[in-house]
């Protein structure tokens, strides 16, 4: 599907070659023509080539979820299709800097940018999980920072409804859809995801914006697994002296073996780790000049002050 430019539906002009590619699907970015506005079109790929009904569930199934959060932290969704034969969705064009690259660029981020990061996503997480829906899938990878500062949480293709475990792609493939990396014990051991499962792996996220190290490594997925169940990580102070206790505290706490002994909700993280979002330096290239103003932040401001909050 490369070449030249084409017109997809009548209606979203695509570029010559896709902009990212996946095991799933790969993402183009175009134009739609009736809207005069930028969009990036995201198709399904059937690896073998042949027609996966459970593929073709889960991605009409993200399209209802991301169009149906409506939060400004989440890809708004435009359009749904089919081109010959493979379905696709036109979603918010997002521009910025993906966590796993921008942790690999500085090594590891300030305390201000990891503590700012994490909120933001605990807001979506709060959305989410209020929807009654889990992420399953949260990692570096998927969460984009963008030139004024928000936070984008990408791909719910994983999602699945709280109390409502995804038994038919479990039995069909062997293992718990997800990334070991940043999965929770529960999800390892009988595929159970709650909303506990993405706050361990929020947490694992924050341990390496903090530390520019996973929470575990491994050479096979089966060794990763075992250490996500058994293994006691390493404490972020003796990586970093630098981050306050309290911080600490709270990546030890999403990282609790037990579900029930992580924090209540993602309310809770946001509101142990908002006071940290303070001296954001600059990221040049990364971020617009502070001199730019962002009407999300303006209206984010506003909006705060409605209740009394600055």
């Not at 999602?159 to 709280?162: F, R």
């Not at 390892?188 to 595929?191: E, H, P, R």
């Not at 491994?218 to 990763?224: D, E, I, K, V």
């Given at each position: 599907m490369?070449g030249?430019e084409?017109?997809?539906?009548?209606?979203?002009r695509?570029?010559?070659?896709?902009l990212a590619?996946?095991?799933?699907?790969?993402?183009?970015?175009?134009?739609?023509?009736?809207?005069?506005?930028?969009?990036?079109v995201?198709?399904?790929?059937?690896?073998?080539?042949?027609?996966d009904?459970?593929?073709v569930?889960?991605?009409?199934?993200?399209a209802?979820?991301?169009?149906?959060?409506?939060?400004?932290?989440v890809p708004?969704?435009?359009?749904?299709?089919?081109?010959?034969?493979?379905?696709?969705?036109?979603?918010q064009?997002?521009?910025?800097?993906?966590v796993h690259?921008?942790?690999?660029?500085?090594?590891?981020?300030?305390?201000?940018?990891?503590?700012?990061?994490?909120?933001?996503v605990?807001s979506?997480?709060?959305v989410?999980?209020?929807?009654r829906?889990?992420?399953?899938?949260?990692k570096p990878?998927?969460?984009i920072l963008?030139?004024?500062?928000?936070v984008?949480?990408?791909?719910f293709?994983l999602?699945?409804?709280?109390g409502?475990p995804?038994?038919?792609?479990?039995?069909?493939?062997?293992h718990?859809?997800?990334?070991?990396?940043?999965?929770?014990p529960?999800q390892?051991?009988?595929?159970e995801?709650?909303?506990?499962?993405d706050?361990?792996?929020?947490g694992c996220?924050?341990?390496e914006?903090?530390?520019g190290?996973?929470?575990?490594s491994?050479?096979?997925?089966?060794?990763?697994a075992?250490?996500?169940?058994?293994?006691?990580?390493?404490?972020?102070?003796?990586?970093?002296?630098?981050v306050?206790?309290?911080?600490?505290?709270?990546?030890?706490?999403?990282?609790?073996?037990k579900p029930e002994?992580?924090p209540?909700?993602?309310n809770?993280v946001?509101?142990?780790?908002?006071?940290?979002?303070?001296?954001?330096?600059?990221l040049?290239g990364v971020?617009?000049?502070?001199?730019?103003?962002?009407p999300?932040?303006?209206?984010?401001t506003a909006?705060?002050?409605?209740?009394g909050?600055?």
């Open positions: 490369t030249a084409r017109l997809l539906d009548g209606r979203y695509l570029g010559p070659a896709p590619r996946g095991g799933m699907g790969q993402v183009w970015v175009g134009h739609d023509t009736r809207l005069d506005r930028e969009v990036a995201k198709f399904l790929h059937f690896p073998d080539g042949v027609e009904p459970d593929m569930r889960r991605f009409r199934r993200e209802r979820i991301t169009a149906g959060l409506q939060h400004p932290g708004a969704v435009f359009d749904t299709g089919t081109e010959d034969g493979l379905p696709y969705l036109v979603m064009r997002v521009h910025g800097i993906g690259d921008l942790i690999a660029e500085q090594e590891r981020l300030s305390v201000g940018w990891a503590a700012c990061v994490t909120a933001q605990c979506v997480l709060s989410a999980h209020r929807a829906l889990v992420h399953r899938d949260l990878s998927n969460l963008e030139p004024d500062g928000g984008k949480v990408l791909d293709g999602a699945v409804a709280l409502r995804d038994m038919s792609q479990i039995t069909r493939t062997g718990t859809p997800g990334t070991p990396a940043y999965m929770a529960e390892l051991l009988n595929g995801s709650t909303a506990h499962s706050l361990y792996a929020l996220v924050l341990y914006m903090l530390t190290q996973r929470l575990f491994a050479s096979t997925s089966f060794g990763l075992s250490k996500q169940v058994s293994e006691t990580p390493r404490d972020v102070r003796s990586l970093r002296p630098d306050p206790r309290e911080v600490c505290d709270v990546v030890t706490a999403l990282l609790e073996k002994a992580r209540r909700d993602a809770e946001y509101g142990r780790l908002i006071g940290f979002v303070t001296g954001l330096e600059p040049p971020l617009h000049p502070p001199s730019l103003p962002s999300h932040r303006m209206y984010g909006l705060g002050r409605v209740f909050q600055s």
